[in-house]
């Protein structure tokens, strides 16, 4: 089988390129399938992805100018009818666009990164939903906005780090949070709830890290992990921190949160407007050490 992935660019460090790769490295290592990527802009260096791509995997470059819409389809549709793949996988809007738009008629999977409410051009969606053979979601939460659609699955992502156990300090009064700095992911609510914690705490530490090239370090590093996301698509900062042992506390935004912590089990999922509930339990686990290696 021959499956190409599609998409704008994957040069971002962030967690659905980290996923997208991690699934095309293991289905070309592992499989008989032919795996193609398909970068739809063009970049303006030599490093094509942020993580490494496995060398049996085929890069196809349209080397578009982003923004050129027109000559972006155009182009696709010359290359997707010479790779003529089983399936073509898209995302995001552009994703969306492209298959709204191709005259390609072989099959095409769409996989949604972030939620749907969260996009731009909502327009494009309905008319997608149309169009595709089949969609795929992170959670049950974004699956329901795809209610149109002629067949919706939910796949959630899976942590790739590998970690020896009883790698984390429990006694560390460092605290942990990992992300893009970007809009959705809310880090000044973070410091404003830190700066609430800290006078009564001021012997522990908040580490927030962007761009980490170690992330196993920058999670072992502490012996807690909070998340204050806006919305997520699943949010695999979640998995990898309790890959490496840490109890996690974040908001119920929508979706990834309440399908990956149990409350009181392995973390704390607050209701997305109590931030004196938030720091209740950050105390909480801040005091009791006990209770942050049992989680």
């Given at each position: 089988m021959k499956?190409?992935?599609?998409?704008?660019?994957?040069?971002?460090?962030?967690?659905?390129?980290?996923?997208?790769?991690?699934?095309?490295?293991?289905?070309?290592?592992?499989?008989?399938?032919?795996?193609?990527?398909?970068?739809?802009?063009?970049?303006?260096?030599?490093?094509?992805?942020?993580?490494?791509?496995?060398?049996?995997?085929?890069?196809?470059?349209?080397?578009?100018?982003?923004?050129?819409?027109?000559?972006?389809?155009?182009?696709?549709?010359?290359?997707?009818?010479?790779?003529?793949?089983?399936?073509?996988?898209?995302?995001?809007?552009?994703?969306?666009?492209?298959?709204?738009?191709?005259?390609?008629?072989?099959?095409?999977l769409y996989e949604?990164?972030?939620?749907?409410?969260?996009?731009?051009?909502?327009?494009?969606?309905?008319?997608?939903?149309?169009?595709?053979?089949?969609?795929?979601?992170?959670?049950?939460?974004?699956?329901?906005?795809?209610?149109?659609?002629?067949?919706?699955?939910?796949?959630?992502?899976?942590?790739?780090?590998?970690?020896?156990?009883?790698?984390?300090?429990?006694?560390?009064?460092?605290?942990?949070?990992?992300?893009?700095?970007?809009?959705?992911?809310?880090?000044?609510?973070?410091?404003?709830?830190?700066?609430?914690?800290?006078?009564?705490?001021?012997?522990?530490?908040?580490?927030?890290?962007?761009?980490?090239?170690?992330?196993?370090?920058?999670?072992?590093?502490?012996?807690?992990?909070?998340?204050?996301?806006?919305?997520?698509?699943?949010?695999?900062?979640?998995?990898?921190?309790?890959?490496?042992?840490?109890?996690?506390?974040?908001?119920?935004?929508?979706?990834?949160?309440?399908?990956?912590?149990?409350?009181?089990?392995?973390?704390?999922?607050?209701?997305?407007?109590?931030?004196?509930?938030?720091?209740?339990?950050?105390?909480?686990?801040?005091?009791?050490?006990?209770?942050?290696?049992?989680?």
């Open positions: 499956i190409v992935y599609c998409i704008e660019s994957i040069c971002t460090k962030g967690g659905m390129e980290r996923i997208i790769i991690d699934k095309m490295n293991w289905l070309s290592e592992n499989t008989s399938h032919e795996i193609i990527l398909m970068t739809i802009w063009k970049h303006h260096d030599s490093n094509i992805s942020a993580f490494p791509v496995n060398d049996k995997i085929k890069v196809v470059q349209l080397n578009i100018p982003k923004g050129l819409y027109l000559l972006a389809i155009w182009r696709f549709n010359r290359t997707i009818q010479k790779l003529n793949p089983s399936w073509c996988i898209m995302f995001h809007a552009l994703g969306a666009l492209l298959s709204i738009c191709t005259t390609w008629k072989g099959r095409l949604s990164h972030t939620p749907l409410f969260s996009m731009n051009h909502q327009w494009l969606y309905p008319l997608m939903m149309r169009r595709v053979h089949s969609i795929v979601c992170l959670t049950k939460g974004d699956a329901a906005n795809f209610n149109s659609a002629k067949r919706v699955s939910v796949i959630h992502n899976f942590c790739s780090l590998s970690v020896r156990p009883t790698t984390i300090d429990y006694s560390a009064k460092q605290v942990v949070s990992l992300g893009r700095n970007c809009k959705e992911k809310d880090f000044p609510r973070l410091k404003r709830l830190w700066e609430n914690v800290v006078e009564k705490y001021p012997d522990w530490q908040l580490q927030i890290h962007h761009n980490t090239t170690d992330v196993v370090k920058a999670y072992t590093s502490g012996s807690i992990f909070i998340m204050t996301s806006r919305f997520e698509g699943f949010g695999l900062v979640l998995l990898e921190a309790m890959q490496c042992g840490l109890p996690c506390i974040a908001f119920d935004c929508p979706y990834g949160p309440r399908e990956i912590i149990k409350d009181g089990e392995n973390g704390f999922l607050i209701p997305y407007d109590d931030d004196s509930l938030f720091i209740e339990k950050l105390t909480y686990l801040m005091e009791h050490p006990e209770e942050r290696e049992r989680i």
